[in-house]
Structure formats: C-alpha cells, structure tokens
Nanobody, 121 residues
Framework: QVQLAESGGGLVQGGGSLRLSCAAS????????MAWFRQAPGKEREFVAA???????YYADSVKGRFTISRDNAKNTVYLQMNSLKPEDTAVYYC???????????????WGQGTQVTVSS
C-alpha cells in the first residue's frame, strides 16, 4: 500500500516556475515507479512525467524541456520542477504510483489528492 500527498501548487505568472512535491509512505515506495498527471477544467486527466526507481525519466511532449521530474528515495519524495510555465499548464496536478512501469504512465493504481496550479497570462 502506498499513500501519496502533493504540495507546492499555487498561482504563478506565465514564464514563472513552481516545484511540486509528493510525499509517499509505504514500505515499497523506493522501488515503485512514480508519475505526475494533470487535469485541466473540462478536460481528461493526462500524463505529464514519470520516473523509475533507478531514475530513468519519461515526459509528455507538451512539457519536455520545461519540466523535470526527480526523486529522493531517502526522503520518500518525488518532485516536479516546472519552468517556463504557460497558462495552458493550469490544472490540478496529481502524483501517482504503481509497481509496474507500463501502468504508471497510463493507469496507475495509487493516486494523491492533487494540488492546484494556476498560471496567469
């Protein structure tokens, strides 16, 4: 069982930066692939970025080069550094986990409650 709690959301101007954090609990956290998803108003939830237990990363094309996912297994925390933010990045951002890589990038089993990110133009 894995519990996830996001923090770090807020309001930022276009072109600005935010760093989201996801605190995880559970004995097998360090071996789980982790991911970030987001859901904008009126839209379906979409994949943003994922990281394997060893640090390999994968990004959606829409955020590649602007967002960076990382993890600190000693702190049981995953981060999403978001730079050059755009109004279209406005969404609720969710942390997610699964024991399989193929699941964490598509339909992860464990989800956090989400944190709101709003980018003004």
């Amino acid at each position: 069982q894995v519990q996830l709690a996001e923090s770090g959301g807020g309001l930022v101007q276009g072109g600005g930066s935010l760093r989201l954090s996801c605190a995880a609990s559970g004995r097998t956290y360090s071996s789980y692939p982790m991911a970030w998803f987001r859901q904008a108003p009126g839209k379906e939830r979409e994949f943003v970025a994922a990281i394997s237990w060893s640090g390999s990363t994968y990004y959606a094309d829409s955020v590649k080069g602007r967002f960076t996912i990382s993890r600190d297994n000693a702190k049981n925390t995953v981060y999403l550094q978001m730079n050059s933010l755009k109004p279209e990045d406005t969404a609720v951002y969710y942390c997610a986990a699964d024991d399989l890589w193929r699941n964490v990038v598509s339909h992860p089993h464990y989800w956090g409650q989400g944190t709101q990110v709003t980018v003004s133009s």
